[in-house]
């Protein structure tokens, strides 16, 4: 395992629009691991039901790179299932980033990044990048408009994105509004989301260099249905 780290906040020139995903950022350094976990199990997503579905699509790739890693849960996955390519474990939260690097200390062929998705800046480009577990939610319309061109820059002549997201509303954690931003009020603190419609994901990817986009429904094991989009 090696570790990469990089800190900058210098993304996003015109401070009017809308910012969600640095103001979440204290509710990550509050919530302990365990309630990840939790949360996990609640959704379904803790036996890696999500990268069941795209496995066939990643299997036999050189490198795949994770946004928000998280505690591990769908790197855990990749490695009991034999991926033998590089992983590139990203993630900006100083508890899992050391949870991870203490984990997979003795895997050489995982890497784990310090570094905020917004100035993504990988070793070697990507033959596919995972924004798994509702991942694109944690940043405004705009702010995912400036993390797909950045995805973008960081894939390979043939790679692709993979997003997971909820299917149209929002179940279990959270309630969603009208205008599509999604509150979650807990004892660590105030998560803010927003769920983009399939019309605004397309107009982002083609702003973003984007070409194509195709969608897969699937359900967790509790029974709730979600979507990967495949962008090319």
Not at 3 to 32: G, V
Not at 192 to 219: D, R
């Amino acid at each position: 395992m090696s570790i990469i780290r990089e800190t900058s906040n210098s993304y996003i020139e015109d401070q009017h629009l809308k910012l969600i995903n640095d103001a979440n950022f204290e509710f990550y350094n509050k919530i302990e691991i365990e309630k990840f976990k939790e949360f996990s199990a609640i959704i379904g997503l803790d036996e890696g039901i999500d990268i069941k579905v795209i496995y066939p699509e990643i299997k036999n790739l050189n490198t795949i790179a994770e946004i928000g890693s998280g505690y591990g849960r769908a790197i855990e996955f990749i490695k009991n299932n034999q991926f033998s390519g590089q992983v590139y474990a990203v993630e900006r939260v100083r508890k899992l980033l050391d949870y991870m690097e203490e984990k997979y200390t003795d895997d050489d062929n995982i890497e784990i990044i310090d570094q905020d998705l917004k100035q993504l800046n990988l070793p070697n480009k990507a033959d596919c990048i995972l924004w798994l577990w509702s991942g694109i939610l944690e940043l405004s319309l705009p702010e995912q408009r400036i993390v797909l061109k950045r995805l973008k820059d960081n894939l390979g002549e043939d790679g692709f994105l993979l997003i997971e997201t909820p299917y149209k509303n929002v179940r279990v954690i959270g309630s969603k509004g009208e205008d599509n931003y999604i509150k979650f009020e807990t004892e660590w603190g105030t998560i803010e989301a927003y769920l983009p419609t399939f019309e605004e994901l397309k107009e982002s990817i083609q702003l973003s260099g984007f070409s194509s986009i195709e969608s897969t429904f699937y359900q967790t094991k509790t029974g709730l249905t979600r979507i990967f989009y495949k962008i090319c």
